[in-house]
Structures are given as structure tokens and as C-alpha cells.
């Protein structure tokens, strides 16, 4: 596979030259390698240790009418800086300016409301395109209005809240862009997160705290200067000659002679794996898209497309001190490979004390939990549908459709329209021997019944979102539609198929000419970061609730009314007797603050240093940094004034004796922005 230059600057987009005033020079890409670095900016196997992105904690946590948690998180997407590979920063877009975004955790039957504030820049700095997110749960049965359907777009400046009902079983989910014809650069640009849905079982069965890790797994192509580089081969798919794992080129983790959990996501925007470890040995598969199994599987080798996630426990007690395990890439059918593309991280093992604390540590679960879908009969179908994934000339569709034609039809067209609580079968056939397509369904956990007539692989055999639907093959899948009423999404996961317009809808419960509560588009608008939007039915009690905390009071305090139309925000006061011009800018001005550099050499020197940029009324300001490590103690490190310019450095020799892998910087304007530190 060889691309001209001419073909690649076409796929780059109109930003060539980019707001960060880089060139992109992908002047040819071809099997050897993807990327443009030169060699001492190549990235080598195994130098990094693995980065854990830093789990996310709320505004606030209240408790509601029903006795149980209700949390307010806040997360900013803006664009921002990583260290990915040696001696080069990439610009990145960032869920609170960080790739991949920070983990989410938490309790089953505990809300949770998400305010996602759009500080991006308006168009991508690198291709182009106006940069209005959408954002999905991937794995949870939101409401339509929070599913983050692929037009129901939040612009700059705007935030919009999301409700999480988080009722359903323990499980992996990750939230990431759904925004309609960009997905597949937003997420390559790094705005995917994991969220972990916790519940009782699954407490009491697997490793849990630092043995429970998760593993982010994408691929990526970089130009000379450090870059994104994109070339998805004219919406066939993007396959980078560098692997990342929570944002690392092929990581290395040390790890003690116990039981770990890994929670295994596949957020590459088209490329498929097949994992193994270099030792041959099985790893037990305790988890699928949906939650547990219910029973664990040995598993020696796996397949997992775009979107899907499967927890895997290994058991590192049977190696000596010193081993080194490898988790390796054999490849499926119709990826591009490359020299590297083979290896994904190691583990090493070492001789460290023992943790044994928690479930699993030293013996493997086998039994696990059944689940409602697990627990579905054929016969219990009332219907079967059938639809194709294909390519008919330039676009993709599936089930005859297009996103298009659904747009064109008012967003009333669907695939499909089972009524409320119906069990159906679902059959979906790829006859194409070219491609491969990772078909999810929104809203529902299914059961894959077959694939081409026969048993789904071991690995399989749990509650799924996704289903891997390879060259040649049909599955069929067995669902119940609901909870919920209204229109989701079904689409491939190959983003670039996505985008190009392999996604369609269906409706539950829902007849079209009736008015829908759940417009996905229509039922919950965003508004200006910082105006409080009460919601409705849930705050008012929450308020009222005589076990509400003084959060709650606070929160309740500064709540502006909301304006109709929106587009002048709550609590402008201020600033409309201050400034001439009539402003759309929020009220609470925060400061957007970016790491662009973040290194420790542990006894020689630590350096960080960074942008804010601020539109409000405040001159002086600084940023506080914190070493945000995981596993310790926030502890701060010092203090750095912002110059007129937006600038700020800090940097102290030795630095401290512990390596920090995480920094936090935090602006006395309010901003807040974390990074992982390079140790080289
Ligand atoms: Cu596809």
C-alpha cells in the first residue's frame, strides 16, 4: 500500500498548515512505516512505563430521593499537548486536555450527571473540520437525548449535560466523540476515556484498586515533526505503524507474582487484533462489551475489533522474578501491518512483596454471573431481521441505509422498529472477502447465537455491544430492546466506515408520527459553560432531600435560571455592565490551561511548563502544580506565574526523590489541566 503526496495532504484535510503552525508532511506512506519521525524521535519497544490515566473525581456527590449517590463530574474537551514519542510534542484533543481522557468509576444503582464543556478550538487545528462533539457512553442503556447520536452536536462554548443511569451490571464502558462525519478524527485525536461500572458481584470476583488496570490499546502515524499524521485510505480504515496503550508507544509495567485485571479496550479508529502472550500461555477471559461471563474461559489467542472490550486475568505467580511477558498482535484479514505492529507492551515481572489483598489474587474465579441477556431463548424471538454491512461504490451502508438518507428523512427513517421489551434476532452478514466490520448496537446488550452456523468463539460467550463480523461471515444476535423508547444508533466501528456512512437507526417502542419525549436532538439542548440547567424532576427533589450535603446547598445557591433560547448566558451581569460589546461568552470564565511540557528525570531535574489562555477580567494568576502519581497522595510541587503572554514554566533540580508519572496544574482562574510525565 503505497499513497502519493498529493493523496495524502487530500485525506489530511484543508489544515496543512495547522493553528499550531506546523506542517504535516506525509509525503509517502508505505508498509515499511507509516510515520515521517526521524529515528531518534521513533519510538523503541518497551521504554515507557505504562501510564494509568488518572481517575476522574466529582464536582460534587449528593445523595437523592432513593438513598443512593448522584455525582456531578465536569470535563472540558480541549486541544492541547502530549509527550508520545521521544523529543517531540503532539497536539492532541483531550478530555481535560489529556489522551486518553481520565477514568471514570463508578458504583452501580449511583447517577451520574456529566457536564461536557466544549473548550475546543472552532475548527481542527490539523484537518479542518468545525470541531462540535457529540459525546456516547459507549455500554450504557442511556436515555436517546444522552446517547450522543451523532447529530445532536454541542458547539464551542456550549456544555452539554449528560444523565448516566448506571443501572446495569458491572462492566467496562468508554465514553468517546460520536459526532457526525468527524468521529474517526476526533477519537484518533484522543478524545476517548474509559468508564468502569463497578456492582457488588463483580467486586467480590476480581482484582480490584491497582490490579484492576486499564488498558487503552490504539494505533497511530506521526509526521516528522511529532504530529498526527491521517490517512485512512479513502474510508477504508487507518492503521498507524505505532501502537499505543494508554497512550504510550508499546509500554512495559511492572507487575508483582499475583492475578492482575486488565480491562482490554480496542479504541484503534479501524484497526483489529489478535492478542496473545509471547509465552503461548492462556489468560482467563472473565468479561465481555456487556459484563461478566458467566463462566470464565480459557483463552489462548483472541480477535478484537474497533470498540470492543473484553477483561482478561493473568496470573504472573507461574513466572520467575525477571520474565518478561509480552502481549503480542498476530493481526486479522485486512489490516496494514507494519515492522512493530506485532507487539503491544510488556509485562515484567519482579520480585516485589505480594500484595494479596482483594479477590483473586492468587486463584482464578470460573464461575462467574449469568445476566438477563445471557439468559434469552431463540424461541423467545418474536422477530428476525436480517441486514447487510457493504460497500456500494464510494459509501458504506448497512441495512440498505445511510446516515444520509436517515438526516435527509428529519432523522424519522429506520432500520428497524421492534416495539418496546421485544426479544428479536438479528442476523448481519459481511459477503465481502475486503473488509471486516465491528457492528455496535446501541442501547442493548445481545447475545451472539452463531456465526456462520456455528458457535461463537469461547471468547464470545458473554453479554456484547459489539460484534466482530469478519470477511465472509454472518452472525446472529438475540436482543431485548429496552429499557427506553426512542431512536438509537446502529453503525459500524471501523470509524472511517462510520463517518462514510455505515451507521443507521432504529426505534424502540416508538411509532413516527407520534411526538417523541426523547427527540435525541430535541428532548435536552446544550448551554453556555457555567449557567446551572436544573433537571427536570431530579435536582428538585435532590435539593429538598434532608440528607443532601452542604455540596448540594452550594450547588443549589449559584444556580442561575435558565434563559430560553440560550444564547445569552446566566449570570452576565458582570460583564454586560463592563464590556460594551454584547457578549456570548459564559459567565464563569475559567482558564484554559495546557501541559505541553511534563518531565522528571528522577535526580537530575523535573520541568514543566505550559499555556493558560483567558478571556476574563483577571490579571495576575498562576498555576499550582500537584504530583497527581497514582496510587499516592496528591502532594504539591510548587508554583509558576503566568506572563502576559499566556506562559508558564516551573522547573527545580534535583526534583523530587519519588518518580512522578502524573502532574496536575491548577490556575488560581479556575482552570485545570493534567498530564503524564515523561521520565526520559
Ligand atoms: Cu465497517
Same mark, same amino acid.
Given at each position: 500500500m503505497s499513497v502519493s503526496r498529493r493523496q495524502a495532504l487530500q485525506i489530511g484535510g484543508v489544515g496543512v498548515i495547522g493553528a499550531f503552525g506546523l506542517a504535516v508532511p506525509l509525503s509517502s506512506v508505505d508498509a515499511k512505516s507509516a510515520s515521517q519521525l526521524?529515528?531518534?524521535?521513533?519510538?523503541?519497544?518497551?521504554?515507557?512505563? *505504562?501510564?494509568?490515566?488518572?481517575v476522574l473525581a466529582p464536582k460534587s456527590t449528593t445523595v437523592g430521593a432513593d438513598g443512593k449517590k448522584v455525582h456531578l463530574y465536569q470535563i472540558e474537551q480541549t486541544a492541547g499537548m502530549a509527550s508520545i514519542v521521544p523529543g517531540l510534542s503532539t497536539p492532541i484533543l483531550g478530555y481535560n486536555g489529556s489522551f486518553p481522557g481520565p477514568t471514570i468509576k463508578v458504583n452501580q444503582g449511583e447517577r451520574i450527571t456529566l457536564e461536557m464543556d466544549n473548550l475546543l478550538p472552532l475548527f481542527?487545528?490539523?484537518?479542518?473540520y468545525r470541531l462540535d462533539t457529540s459525546t456516547h457512553l459507549h455500554g450504557s442503556a442511556s436515555l436517546p437525548q444522552y446517547d450522543g447520536y451523532a447529530n445532536d452536536v454541542t458547539g464551542r462554548g456550549l456544555c452539554k449535560d449528560y444523565q448516566y443511569p448506571n443501572f446495569q451490571p458491572a462492566r467496562t464502558l468508554w465514553y468517546h466523540d460520536h459526532a457526525v462525519h468527524n468521529t474517526a478524527q476526533s477519537v484518533y485525536s484522543g478524545l476517548a476515556g474509559?468508564?468502569?461500572?463497578?456492582?457488588?458481584?463483580?467486586?467480590?470476583? *476480581?482484582? =480490584?484498586?491497582?490490579?484492576?488496570?486499564? *488498558?487503552?490499546?490504539?494505533?497511530?502515524?506521526?509526521? %516528522?515533526?511529532g504530529a498526527l499524521g491521517y490517512n485512512d485510505n479513502t474510508h477504508s480504515g487507518l492503521y498507524g505503524d505505532i501502537i499505543l496503550v494508554n497512550g504510550a508507544p508499546w509500554p512495559v509495567m511492572k507487575v508483582q507474582r499475583r492475578i492482575y485485571r486488565f480491562r482490554v479496550l480496542n479504541a484503534s479508529i479501524s484497526r483489529s487484533y489478535n492478542f496473545r502472550l509471547s509465552t503461548g500461555d492462556p489468560?482467563?477471559?472473565?468479561?465481555?462489551?456487556?459484563?461478566?461471563?458467566?463462566?470464565?474461559?480459557?483463552?489462548?489467542?483472541?480477535?478484537?475489533?474497533?470498540?470492543?472490550?473484553?477483561?482478561?486475568?493473568?496470573?504472573? @505467580?507461574?513466572?520467575?522474578? +525477571?520474565?518478561?511477558?509480552?502481549?503480542?498482535?498476530?493481526?486479522?484479514?485486512?489490516?496494514?501491518?507494519?515492522?512493530? !505492529? +506485532?507487539? $503491544?507492551?510488556? &509485562?515484567?515481572?519482579?520480585?516485589e512483596t505480594v500484595d494479596t489483598s482483594g479477590p483473586a489474587a492468587k486463584v482464578m474465579p470460573t464461575l462467574l454471573a449469568g445476566s438477563?441477556?445471557?439468559?434469552?431463548?431463540? @424461541? =423467545?424471538?418474536?422477530?428476525?431481521?436480517?441486514?447487510? $454491512?457493504?460497500? #456500494?461504490? #464510494?459509501?458504506?451502508?448497512?441495512?440498505?441505509?445511510?446516515? /444520509?438518507?436517515?438526516?435527509?428523512?428529519?432523522?424519522?427513517?429506520?432500520?428497524?422498529?421492534?416495539? *418496546?421489551?421485544?426479544?428479536?434476532?438479528?442476523?448481519?452478514?459481511? %459477503? %465481502? +472477502?475486503?473488509?471486516?466490520?465491528?457492528?455496535?448496537?446501541?442501547?442493548?446488550?445481545?447475545?451472539?447465537?452463531?456465526?456462520?452456523?456455528?458457535?461463537? &468463539?469461547?471468547?464470545?460467550?458473554?453479554?456484547? /455491544?459489539? $460484534?466482530y463480523v469478519g470477511e465472509g461471515e454472518t452472525v446472529r444476535l438475540l436482543m431485548q430492546f429496552g429499557p427506553h423508547r426512542g431512536r438509537y444508533m446502529i453503525h459500524c466501528h471501523n470509524l472511517p466506515h462510520e463517518d462514510h456512512d455505515m451507521m443507521a437507526q432504529f426505534s424502540v417502542g416508538y411509532n413516527p408520527n407520534d411526538p417523541d419525549p426523547n427527540d435525541p436532538i430535541e428532548a435536552v439542548k446544550p448551554h453556555p459553560i457555567g449557567e446551572v440547567v436544573p433537571v427536570p424532576g431530579e435536582v428538585a427533589a435532590?435539593?429538598?432531600?434532608?440528607?443532601?450535603?452542604?455540596? !448540594?446547598? =452550594?450547588? !443549589?445557591?449559584?444556580?442561575?435560571?435558565?434563559?430560553?433560547?440560550? @444564547? @445569552?448566558?446566566?449570570?452576565?451581569?458582570?460583564?454586560t455592565e463592563t464590556a460594551a460589546p454584547v457578549t456570548t461568552q459564559p459567565a464563569a470564565q475559567k482558564d484554559v490551561?495546557?501541559?505541553?511540557?511534563?518531565?522528571?528525570?528522577?535526580?537530575?531535574?523535573?520541568? &514543566?511548563?505550559?499555556?493558560?489562555?483567558?478571556?476574563?477580567?483577571?490579571?495576575?494568576?498562576?498555576?499550582?502544580?500537584?504530583?497527581?502519581?497514582?496510587?499516592?497522595?496528591?502532594?504539591?510541587l510548587g508554583m509558576a506565574s503566568i506572563n502576559s503572554l499566556g506562559n508558564w514554566t516551573w522547573t527545580t533540580k534535583p526534583g523530587p526523590s519519588r518518580q512522578v508519572t502524573m502532574v496536575r496544574a491548577d490556575s488560581s482562574r479556575g482552570g485545570t489541566a493534567t498530564a503524564s510525565v515523561r521520565a526520559d
Open positions: 526521524s529515528s531518534r524521535n521513533m519510538p523503541k519497544l518497551y521504554q515507557r512505563t *505504562l501510564p494509568i490515566p488518572p481542527h487545528p490539523q484537518w479542518g474509559q468508564y468502569h461500572l463497578h456492582d457488588e458481584t463483580e467486586r467480590n470476583l *476480581l482484582p =480490584q484498586g491497582k490490579f484492576d488496570v486499564p *488498558l487503552t490499546i490504539s494505533d497511530a502515524m506521526f509526521a %516528522s515533526n489468560v482467563t477471559m472473565v468479561a465481555t462489551d456487556g459484563g461478566l461471563m458467566p463462566a470464565a474461559k480459557q483463552v489462548t489467542s483472541w480477535r478484537q475489533a474497533g470498540a470492543e472490550r473484553y477483561e482478561i486475568l493473568i496470573d504472573f @505467580s507461574k513466572y520467575p522474578v +525477571g520474565k518478561r511477558v509480552e502481549l503480542r498482535n498476530l493481526s486479522n484479514k485486512n489490516n496494514i501491518d507494519y515492522d512493530y !505492529t +506485532g507487539r $503491544v507492551m510488556a &509485562f515484567d515481572v519482579t520480585g438477563a441477556v445471557m439468559n434469552l431463548a431463540p @424461541s =423467545q424471538s418474536v422477530k428476525t431481521r436480517r441486514m447487510r $454491512v457493504k460497500r #456500494d461504490g #464510494d459509501i458504506w451502508t448497512i441495512g440498505d441505509m445511510t446516515w /444520509d438518507e436517515v438526516m435527509k428523512s428529519g432523522y424519522k427513517k429506520v432500520v428497524a422498529d421492534p416495539d *418496546l421489551n421485544d426479544i428479536e434476532i438479528w442476523e448481519i452478514e459481511n %459477503s %465481502s +472477502g475486503g473488509w471486516f466490520h465491528p457492528v455496535h448496537i446501541h442501547l442493548v446488550d445481545f447475545k451472539i447465537l452463531s456465526r456462520n452456523g456455528r458457535p461463537p &468463539f469461547p471468547y464470545e460467550l458473554g453479554p456484547k /455491544d459489539v $460484534v435532590d435539593a429538598s432531600d434532608a440528607t443532601a450535603s452542604t455540596e !448540594t446547598a =452550594q450547588a !443549589t445557591a449559584t444556580a442561575q435560571p435558565t434563559q430560553p433560547g440560550g @444564547s @445569552s448566558a446566566g449570570g452576565t451581569s458582570t460583564a490551561i495546557t501541559i505541553i511540557t511534563a518531565r522528571h528525570r528522577l535526580n537530575k531535574d523535573i520541568t &514543566f511548563a505550559g499555556t493558560s489562555v483567558y478571556s476574563g477580567a483577571l490579571s495576575a494568576a498562576s498555576v499550582v502544580l500537584y504530583d497527581v502519581t497514582p496510587g499516592r497522595t496528591a502532594t504539591k
